[in-house]
């Protein structure tokens, strides 16, 4: 069916909006293993090992043993990752994306290990919504550098997109690019707000 306005585009961060978190439950999971207390185990995932995981210069065999090393245990446990798969279960955004596809075309954008991501997408049946999936651990572009953003906004009427992410940093980078965005709130609002801009 054609469009008398030009197609609109939304980008959807991935867990947070589309699937849970699941870097809080891992930290929790880890300090539980090694006794340090979770914000400790965040500090260090961000000060050493948050850009070169997200951006696929660090491998993720060699992200579990630096993690445990650097948290003082000589291995990792098998059930971190299991939390990560555990963690990022359905969010209620899941139960509208047929509707919000039909309205405009779906874009995911995620810095994210796709060994992680693409399996949990494909389990849920969530792939067919999208046109596009970006993960920052293929493209090498971490949000929220304005590479992420670029280049899945070179050919997007900007007045016509729309953007959702649960971390401030990353809606404000794409606000500074002319992009509608907004921040995913815990409660849900912003369900509302999408629905709204997409008349559904």
């Known amino acids: 069916m054609q469009r008398d306005s030009p197609e609109r585009t939304l980008l959807l961060d991935a867990c947070g909006v589309v699937l ?50 650097a948290c003082g245990l000589a291995s990792a446990s098998a059930e971190w990752r299991t939390v990560v798969d555990q963690s990022m279960r359905a969010l209620p955004a899941v139960r509208r994306l047929p509707s919000w596809s039909r309205h405009a075309r779906l874009v995911l954008i995620s810095n ?66 002319g992009v509608r965005s907004l921040l995913a709130d815990a409660d849900g609002r912003w369900l509302k707000e999408v629905e709204a801009w997409l008349g559904c």
Request: proline content about 4%; hydrophobic content about 45%; glycine content about 6%.
């Open 20 to 69: 849970g978190e699941p870097m809080e439950p891992l930290f929790r999971a880890v300090a539980a293993s090694s006794g340090l207390h979770p914000a400790v185990v965040a500090q260090l995932f961000r000060q050493r090992f948050r850009d070169d995981l997200w951006a696929g210069r660090m491998d993720e065999t060699s992200f579990w043993t630096s993690l445990a090393m």
């Open 112 to 177: 994210h290990r796709h060994e992680w991501l693409v399996p949990r997408l494909e389990a849920l049946a969530l792939t067919g919504h999208f046109s596009e999936v970006s993960i920052s651990s293929i493209t090498g572009a971490v949000k929220p550098d304005q590479a992420a953003y670029d280049r899945l906004l070179g050919g997007t009427d900007l007045a016509q997109t729309l953007y959702v992410d649960d971390k401030l940093a990353n809606v404000a980078a794409a606000r500074s690019l």
